[in-house]
């Protein structure tokens, strides 16, 4: 296990007349390559192992490099033995009244029959997790939601930098395991619950900061929610403008300008410092139909380890120069101005 962990691999075989298991056609289940040829185990199995034989001999830095992958992995394994029940059982018990997850209706996961299936089915691929900092922001939240389809899960603050540990620290850390419980991902992402899993911090240099950590968290331990899709990040607006007359919800300076030109007569700005200044009632239209979501998207050829260890490991110079060739500085401004 510890191997297969280690290792993927794409094998490529023509089989006489194939038979499969099932009309989907996902599992082979000819016996043999050919009439009276050999069997499909023992042929693939021989060419691989012949095959990964030679290419490891002719290059000993990727041998070296798989070697010390599986090392890691039997490591992580036997670490994992000791905690994981432990953590279950916490785990268990937390769910049966856990404070931070205020859930939905409906989930991902679940088999649906009956006449409704197909609006349910609707519903399911609607399924969101709100992942929030702190208890005014997950509180708007809540108060605004769709309960049908919308849960929330309200961090303490800064969660841990999770960045080189091993996935012992997702059993040790109480809050990384209620949200690994509540997402049910512990044995697979077969299991989750929620297509959708939003990160919905404040726009201001702790919120970020916070965003980074939980997609540091993602792709270092269930990187394929990213890959397939699953992480989003949630825009709120930073700017509301309004007269008498008209509200207009702004999310960015450009938008703001627009308003203002649009409303005249001095209209007045209200610039947002946080998700828990924003009303339920006024919260309810930016997690509804015209919620703006920001997928988290890994570009092709970038790798998660070079990606992290550059973001998050002790590269400080490195990071220094990128952060002063892209540094934004924007005018502090009054939460209510009248221009």
Do not use: W
């Amino acid at each position: 296990s510890d191997i297969r962990a280690s290792i993927c691999a794409a094998v490529s075989v023509r089989v006489q007349e194939p038979v499969f298991e099932s009309q989907t056609k996902t599992k082979l289940g000819s016996q043999v390559v050919y009439e009276n040829g050999p069997s499909m185990k023992s042929f693939v199995a021989d060419f691989l192992g012949r095959e990964l034989n030679n290419y490891l001999h002719k290059n000993p830095s990727t041998a070296e490099a798989l070697k010390k992958r599986i090392e890691q992995s039997e490591r992580e394994r036997k670490e994992l033995a000791g905690i994981k029940k432990l953590a279950n059982e916490r785990a268990k018990k937390a769910n049966l009244h856990n404070k931070k997850l205020r859930d939905c209706k409906y989930h991902y996961n679940e088999e649906v029959t009956g006449k409704d299936k197909e609006h349910i089915l609707s519903l399911q691929n609607e399924t969101t997790l709100f992942i929030t900092e702190g208890d005014s922001a997950s509180g708007s939240i809540t108060k605004a939601r769709n309960v049908n389809t919308q849960a929330v899960f309200s961090l303490r603050g800064k969660p841990l930098n999770s960045y080189g540990l091993s996935k012992k620290i997702v059993y040790e850390n109480e809050e990384f395991n209620l949200l690994q419980h509540a997402l049910n991902i512990e044995e697979g992402y077969e299991g989750l619950r929620y297509h959708n899993i939003v990160i919905a911090t404040d726009a201001d240099v702790d919120g970020l900061h916070i965003r980074l950590l939980l997609m540091t968290f993602f792709l270092q331990f269930f990187p394929d929610l990213v890959k397939n899709g699953h992480v989003y990040i949630l825009e709120t607006p930073l700017f509301r403008v309004r007269n008498k007359q008209e509200t207009i919800y702004c999310y960015d300076e450009s938008e703001k300008q627009v308003a203002v030109k649009k409303l005249g007569n001095k209209p007045e700005i209200t610039r947002f410092k946080g998700l828990g200044e924003i009303s339920p009632e006024e919260f309810a239209r930016f997690i509804g139909a015209d919620m703006r979501l920001q997928p988290v998207i890994m570009e092709q050829g970038e790798h998660i380890q070079q990606l992290l260890e550059y973001y998050m490991g002790k590269n400080t110079p490195q990071r220094q120069e990128f952060i002063i060739d892209n540094l934004k500085v924007e005018l502090d401004l009054a939460e209510t101005t009248t221009e």
